[in-house]
Each structure stands twice: as C-alpha cells, then as structure tokens.
C-alpha cells in the first residue's frame, strides 16, 4: 500500500491546526530556552531530561503532521468489489457510490471513507481507518509533552536550584514568569481538553465501534463483549507489535478488512 496524502480545503480546518501548531512551537522554544538549557550549564539537570523533552515533542509533530496528512480512508470513484465481499457493501444515499458497510460520508471532505470516526478540525482531516492510528498517537503524545512541560514548570519555581548566570536583560529572562505561565495555561487546557477526547476514543477501541456508530446505537448494543483488546488495537495500529504502535513515522498495513465485523451504520 503505497503512502497517501490527504488535504482538505477548510480555512476553520486550518485556523485550528495553526492554533495546536503554535502551542507545539511555544513550549518547544520557550521550555528548553528558559528552563531546560540554562540548568543544564549549572549542572541542575541532565542532557537526558533534554533529549526526552525534545524527542516527545517530535513524536507529538510527527503525529500532527501525518494525521493532518494522512488518507483517512478515503473510497475511489470506482471501487473494485470482490464478488466474495459485495453483501459487505452498500450504496451511499449522499454521493450514489458504492462504499462498504461501516463507511460514512463526511460532507466537509465530500468523499465516503472507509469506517469514519469523526472530522476532526483541529487536524483538518477526518478520522478514519486508515489514520485512526495516527489520531490516537497524537492525543497520547499531546498530553505526553502537556504533562512533561506542566512537570518542568512546577521544578522551576519549587524544585530546581536557582540560577546564577541569568541575563537579566534579555527579554525572555526579564519576563520568564509571564511567559511560564502562558505555557502552564496552555498546558492544562490541552490535558483538559485531550483527556476526556482520548479516554472515549479508547472505550470505542476496545468497544470495537466508531464515534458516529456510538452516537446511533443504544447503550447495550455498545456495551456487550465484544474481541480481546489486544485484537482491537491491532487493527487499528496495523500490527501485532505492540511497542510498534507508539512510532508515528511508520506506514500502517491493516490485518484485516475490519468492516465485516461489528455494528453498521
């Protein structure tokens, strides 16, 4: 399965993934600049502490970037259908093409894709099969990098040595306290916000439903046992490797086709 892009022409879309972008950029320019870099050259931290901090941050972009990015499962305009799977397809009554059960019409992108979660506007794209992934890697790694910067706020001010090599008349050292402040504001409304939307993104995992077959199906439809949890996430990672679900930068190839399974919508 070769890599394909996604991209979709939506000026809300990209309003809100400049707005999670900025955040990203702040943290990782203004943590190492006023906390991480100077305690390091008085010896209060390690280059460790460093190379985490600036390795989670690269996963949370890398997530960004390839959800933002990545075909979320987008139909052709003329699917192939094998004769063995067509009771496993149905006709869209928005767009009359044929799609497979499970699929959904997302009106913002105008296509049919394959087991839709969600549109998602704070990465531009929706969330389907083929990027659920990479969806679920960036709220992980979303209140990761919260939490770590959130961590490194509290030991500036009420665990780290103070410094003795500040220079006051820089503009960042000279208004550190606002600055940090503006970080530790961003950073609890992002574990805020990411929180609850990662916690349901994973009870539909392991329930084996998507968002919008929750929303239409009764409590006890959704609630009944369903496959080990260890099958769901396979699926939607991808791969049996469990400490493979964790590399965002890697090219998803489904174990199965995963719409033969579970509720229709």
Same mark, same amino acid.
């Given at each position: 399965?070769?890599?394909?892009?996604?991209?979709?022409?939506? &000026?809300?879309?990209?309003?809100?993934?400049?707005?999670? !972008?900025?955040?990203?950029?702040?943290?990782?320019?203004?943590?190492?600049?006023?906390?991480?870099?100077?305690?390091?050259?008085?010896?209060?931290?390690? /280059?460790?502490?460093?190379?985490?901090?600036?390795?989670?941050?690269?996963?949370?972009? /890398?997530?960004?970037?390839?959800?933002?990015?990545?075909?979320?499962?987008?139909? &052709?305009?003329?699917?192939?259908?094998?004769?063995?799977?067509?009771?496993?397809?149905?006709?869209?009554?928005?767009?009359?093409?044929?799609?497979?059960?499970?699929?959904?019409?997302?009106?913002?992108?105008?296509?049919?894709?394959?087991?839709?979660?969600?549109?998602? &506007?704070?990465?531009?794209?929706?969330?389907?099969?083929?990027?659920?992934?990479?969806?679920?890697?960036?709220?992980?790694?979303?209140?990761?990098?919260?939490?770590?910067?959130?961590?490194?706020?509290?030991?500036?001010?009420?665990?780290?040595? &103070?410094?003795?090599?500040?220079?006051?008349?820089?503009?960042?050292?000279?208004?550190?306290? /606002?600055?940090?402040?503006?970080?530790?504001?961003?950073?609890?409304?992002?574990?805020?916000?990411?929180?609850?939307?990662?916690?349901?993104?994973?009870?539909?995992?392991? /329930?084996?439903?998507? !968002?919008?077959?929750?929303?239409?199906?009764?409590?006890?439809?959704?609630?009944?046992?369903?496959?080990?949890?260890?099958?769901?996430?396979?699926?939607?990672?991808?791969?049996?490797?469990?400490?493979?679900?964790?590399?965002?930068?890697?090219?998803?190839?489904?174990?199965?086709?995963?719409?033969?399974?579970?509720?229709?919508?």
């Amino acid at each position: 399965m070769g890599l394909r892009f996604h991209f979709v022409y939506d &000026p809300q879309g990209w309003s809100c993934v400049g707005i999670i !972008t900025f955040i990203w950029l702040y943290n990782t320019y203004c943590i190492p600049k006023l906390i991480l870099y100077p305690h390091y050259e008085e010896e209060h931290v390690s /280059a460790a502490v460093i190379v985490a901090y600036y390795l989670v941050s690269f996963f949370c972009v /890398a997530s960004l970037v390839r959800a933002s990015t990545a075909d979320p499962g987008r139909l &052709p305009q003329d699917p192939e259908i094998p004769y063995s799977e067509s009771q496993n397809w149905e006709t869209c009554n928005k767009c009359n093409k044929m799609r497979p059960k499970r699929s959904h019409h997302c009106s913002r992108c105008g296509h049919c894709i394959r087991k839709m979660d969600h549109h998602c &506007p704070w990465i531009n794209n929706c969330v389907g099969e083929d990027n659920h992934w990479l969806f679920l890697l960036l709220c992980f790694y979303t209140q990761f990098l919260s939490l770590f910067t959130l961590i490194l706020n509290f030991c500036q001010y009420y665990y780290l040595q &103070p410094l003795t090599k500040v220079k006051e008349e820089l503009f960042m050292f000279r208004h550190e306290l /606002a600055l940090l402040r503006i970080s530790t504001l961003m950073a609890l409304v992002m574990i805020g916000g990411m929180s609850g939307l990662f916690f349901s993104q994973l009870t539909n995992v392991l /329930a084996d439903v998507t !968002t919008i077959e929750r929303m239409s199906s009764c409590p006890d439809e959704i609630l009944k046992p369903r496959k080990p949890w260890q099958q769901t996430f396979s699926e939607v990672f991808g791969t049996r490797w469990k400490i493979v679900w964790f590399i965002p930068f890697r090219q998803r190839q489904p174990l199965r086709a995963s719409y033969h399974h579970a509720n229709h919508v």
